[in-house]
Each structure stands twice: as structure tokens, then as C-alpha cells.
């Protein structure tokens, strides 16, 4: 479980609370930010993780942030490439890498994103260097 009031351990996956968002203005406050000096961003070339990475380096600085992408054969090369071109684009590092995606997933049931996104995300917390992933 990941403390509020404090900076989550090496490979645990930051939150966003609904209190850390100005209501008015739609800008994450920078006190949010603040307690993190590096940041590991998931980047899936779509508008969200973008806008995630823009926030990031505003408030950190593009030397303490860096994309991370997963380039598995079920992720559209498009994706993959609007994740190189929004990074470059600000600056950062991008870390290409292979998830080893659960068994499950190849079920195609309802849980299929589940399974999907886990793996990713497991395969992101091994990323040396980011104590926060968002």
C-alpha cells in the first residue's frame, strides 16, 4: 500500500489523488511532483501518458524523467512510434523494452488489459534508477 504522505519504495506505481489536482485550473499542483526527484513515465504514444510525461518534466526536469515503452509484438507500430517522437520531442530518454506477457492474456476474456498491463508494468519496476513509475 503506498503512503500519501510519503514517496512510494523502488518499483511501486505512483497514484494521483483527487486532492493533488487544482480544480479550477486542471494542472497538477506542483506539490505533487515535488516529492519525487526521478520519475520513470510509461509511454504509449497516446494523449494521457504524453500529457502524464509533459507534467513530469515541467516539474522535474527532462535530466530526472524518462519514458519507458513497451514494444511487444502486440503493440502497434504507430504507438511505438508517436512514444519516440513525443520523447524526443521533450527531451528525455526513451527505454524501449519486452514485456513477458502473462499466459492469461492470450485468453482473450475480460481480464485480457488486466494480465496486459501488469506484465508491462512489472517489466518496468526492473528499470534501474526511477524510484516512482507513472
Partial sequence: MINR???PTPG????????DV???G???????FSRYEKALIA???GADSAYTLMLAVRYLGCDNVAAATCVNSHIFNYEINNAEKIAKSLGVKHIKFVAE???????????RCYYCK???M?????????????
Avoid: R, T
Avoid at 101 to 111: G, P, V
Fill in 12 to 19: 511501486q506505481i505512483a497514484c494521483v489523488y483527487e486532492d
Fill in 26 to 32: 486542471g494542472y497538477i499542483h506542483s506539490v505533487f
Fill in 122 to 134: 512489472s517489466e518496468m519496476a526492473k528499470i534501474e534508477g526511477y524510484p516512482v513509475i507513472f
Fill in 5 to 7: 504522505n510519503s514517496p
Fill in 101 to 111: 506477457i502473462d499466459s492469461a492474456f492470450y485468453l482473450n476474456d475480460e481480464q
Fill in 22 to 24: 487544482v480544480v479550477g
Fill in 43 to 45: 509511454l504509449s504514444g
Fill in 118 to 120: 501488469k506484465s508491462i
